[in-house]
Nanobody, 116 residues
């Protein structure tokens, strides 16, 4: 079965960095685009970044452009989100997602808290 497991979240001070990982299993990872979303308390879940199957193209929400970088290692079935220059408004639960055969699959999420 499809499984997505995020890790790497935590508490970081403003201006700091974190790298999130999402380990995938149960499908041919290298064939599918991958996405990172986030959901802050009381807000809608929003798309943060997308990467194509081979990693040749990426897209970002305006709010994270220039600070976050999505990447993937198809040999390790893992997608990453490098987050730099973190701000308090980046505080959220971060999820990875893939779309397989018309259905969306989500991980359980990892909490990122940016606070001094």
């Amino acid at each position: 079965q499809v499984q997505l497991v995020e890790s790497g979240g935590g508490l970081v001070q403003p201006g700091g960095s974190l790298r999130l990982s999402c380990a995938a299993s149960g499908f041919t990872f290298s064939r599918y685009a991958m996405n990172w979303y986030r959901q802050a308390p009381g807000k809608e879940r929003e798309l943060v970044a997308t990467i194509t199957s081979a990693g040749g193209s990426t897209n970002y929400a305006d709010s994270v452009k220039g600070r976050f970088t999505i990447s993937r290692d198809n040999a390790k079935n893992t997608v990453y989100l490098q987050m730099n220059s973190l701000k308090p408004e980046d505080t959220a639960v971060y999820y990875c997602k893939c779309n397989l055969r018309g259905r969306g699959y989500w991980g359980q999420g990892t909490q990122v808290t940016v606070s001094s």
